[in-house]
């Protein structure tokens, strides 16, 4: 998929932006987004939570994705699948895991049973960007719109970022999928305003 102009200028800068939080204080912002992500009404009764492993610089999930392993929630996980995501749950995220596309964590090949979208209750993801509607950008793959359109109607959808990686507005095209709530360490923004929100990009701190 070719990249626009426009979202790659975008991406580059916010991925600096992003990498440039001190380790610190980037600690201590995903642990009060696991805190909210934790808090959130739309994931409060999901028994099928697809996720992420963190790579580099993302919001670090792994001790919420822990929780919910303990608390007998069905964590799933993806892996780059060509152009697709394929999804498997993981029970365990040390002997689950391995390195795969671009070194990000995968559930592990010899391990894994793939699952399908469709069975999903709800959906963690990262994004190099957000703005306050739920528009999100990538890293260029188009990989994330791709499974969207596979999941049940009324899943929500949760995107996960620091305060500083939102903008005004993320550019868009007509495969986009915008998410229903963007969590940062000192926020959660509704995209639709429902669950508390009146107004689309509500803030609710």
């Not at 963690?124 to 499974?147: E, I, K, Q, W």
């Not at 999941?151 to 929500?156: H, I, M, N, T, Y």
């Amino acid at each position: 998929m070719a990249d626009n102009p426009t979202k790659a200028t975008l991406r580059a800068s916010l991925l600096t932006v992003r990498g440039a939080i001190p380790g610190p204080q980037r600690a201590a912002a995903a642990a009060e987004i696991r805190r909210r992500v934790g808090e959130l009404p739309e994931l409060a009764d999901a028994r099928a939570v697809l996720a992420y492993a963190a790579f580099g610089a993302e919001v670090d999930l792994d001790p919420w994705l822990q929780r919910l392993l303990d608390a007998g929630v069905g964590v799933f996980l993806p892996w780059v699948d060509g152009p697709s995501l394929g999804i498997a749950r993981v029970r365990d995220l040390a002997a689950d895991l391995a390195p795969g596309w671009r070194g990000v964590r995968e559930p592990r090949a010899g391990r894994r049973r793939p699952a399908r979208p469709d069975r999903l209750e709800a959906v963690v993801t990262p994004g190099v960007a957000f703005d306050r509607t739920g528009h999100r950008l990538g890293y260029g793959g188009g990989h994330f719109d791709r499974l969207l359109a596979e999941l049940r109607p009324g899943v929500p959808v949760v995107g996960v970022a620091f305060e500083r990686q939102l903008v005004d507005a993320v550019p868009t095209e007509p495969h986009d999928r915008r998410v229903d709530v963007v969590v940062t360490e000192e926020a959660v923004y509704r995209a639709g305003g429902g669950a508390g929100g009146n107004d689309p990009g509500s803030r609710h701190t």
